[in-house]
Nanobody, 123 residues
Framework: VQLQASGGGLVQSGGSLILSCQAS????????MGWFRQAPGKEREFVAG????????SYADSVKGRFAISRDNAKNIVYLQLNSLKPDDTALYYC?????????????????WGQGTQVTVSS
C-alpha cells in the first residue's frame, strides 16, 4: 500500500485547509485510516482516525470541533478538513493506514505511513 498525501500549505490563523490521502490499492477500504502530525522537535502525535466503513471516528482533544475526517472508499481517498487553524497546528501531517478495520488512535496501530504534507499556520 502506498499513501500519497496532499493539500498542505501556508494559511493564516483562523483559516482552513483540506488534506487528502490517496491510497494505491483497494485493500485500504477494509482498514482503518488516520492522520498524525509531527511538529519540529516533537514526537509524532495522533490527530484523527476513521474506521473502514467510516461509521466511527476519533479525534485528539486538541482538534475536536475544528477538524473532520472522512473517507471515500470507492476512490480510496481519506480527507482531513482543518478549520479554525491555529499556529500550534503547524506540523508535517502524515496519512496512516491501519493494521485492522477499527479506528486508528495510536502509532502502534499503523501499518503504513504516507510521506507527509506540511501545514504552516501564521499568526
Amino acid at each position: 500500500v502506498q499513501l500519497q498525501a496532499s493539500g498542505g500549505g501556508l494559511v493564516q490563523s483562523g483559516g482552513s485547509l483540506i488534506l487528502s490521502c490517496q491510497a494505491s490499492k483497494r485493500t485500504s477500504s477494509n482498514n482503518g485510516m488516520g492522520w498524525f502530525r509531527q511538529a519540529p522537535g516533537k514526537e509524532r502525535e495522533f490527530v484523527a482516525g476513521i474506521s473502514w466503513r467510516g461509521g466511527h471516528t476519533s479525534y485528539a482533544d486538541s482538534v475536536k470541533g475544528r477538524f473532520a475526517i472522512s473517507r471515500d472508499n470507492a476512490k480510496n481517498i481519506v480527507y482531513l478538513q482543518l478549520n479554525s487553524l491555529k499556529p500550534d497546528d503547524t506540523a508535517l501531517y502524515y496519512c496512516a493506514h491501519g493494521r485492522g478495520s477499527g479506528v486508528i488512535t495510536r502509532k502502534e496501530s499503523v501499518a503504513y505511513w504516507g510521506q507527509g504534507t506540511q501545514v504552516t499556520v501564521s499568526s
